[in-house]
């Protein structure tokens, strides 16, 4: 997908190192403020090295989709999907995950957000999902602003473990419409 400024796609191996960077910087910029340092670090130190997001682009049972700068070619933003329910509050026959959606500082309110959000949906009805659903800490307005404009219902909530501070994720969902013929019976 391409819109003016940036372009969307799926994440290649070679992205790893550059996403791992990006992504550790994205969930600093997101999270920093109202979290220690150190419970920071250690999360970002387990959850974003370059072995693991490697990992995570190869997983076939999601996908891991890259906003790239049209000029330059930085990244600007990324989401992750993962098909599966995790928990009990999540009701569908096929429910996919939004794992992660962060979007870089400097792109906020300039829609790049609501086109990944339509690129990260389009993804999971490609893959015949009827729920997507995720987590969001429940002190983050802006995400849970952003989310309820995108259809998105708080269905139950879920522990977060942030480097040993447990915090509590509200779980959202929103059910997917499909697209396309109906399938052959």
């Known amino acids: 997908m391409t819109c003016p400024g940036f372009s969307i ?7 790893a190192a550059r996403l791992s960077r990006f992504a550790a910087m ?9 979290n220690t340092p150190q419970d920071m670090e250690r999360y970002v130190a387990e959850a974003f090295t370059p072995q693991r997001q490697a990992a995570e682009i ?17 990244l600007l933003a990324y ?13 569908g026959q096929r429910p996919m995950e939004l ?16 086109e990944l959000m339509a690129a990260a949906l389009a993804a999971a009805r490609a893959r015949a999902t009827d729920v997507l659903w995720l987590g969001v800490w429940e002190r983050n307005a802006r995400a849970l602003a952003f989310y309820r404009r995108h259809g998105f219902r708080r269905v139950g ?11 509590i994720d ?3 969902t929103r059910t997917l419409t499909r697209v396309g013929p109906p399938a052959a019976r």
């Not at 796609?9 to 992205?15: E, F, G, K, L, Y």
């Open 9 to 15: 796609r799926p994440a290649d191996p070679v992205d």
């Open 26 to 34: 994205t969930f600093r910029d997101t999270f920093a403020g109202d």
């Open 58 to 74: 190869a997983d076939p049972s999601g996908a891991m989709l890259l906003v790239d700068e049209a000029e330059s070619g930085d």
């Open 79 to 91: 989401a992750r999907l993962v098909a599966g329910g995790g928990c009990a509050p999540v009701a």
């Open 99 to 114: 794992r992660r959606f962060y979007v870089a500082r400097a792109w906020h309110g300039r829609g790049l957000a609501d």
């Open 157 to 167: 909530e879920q522990v977060f473990d942030l480097g040993g501070d447990r915090q």
């Open 170 to 172: 509200w779980i959202l």
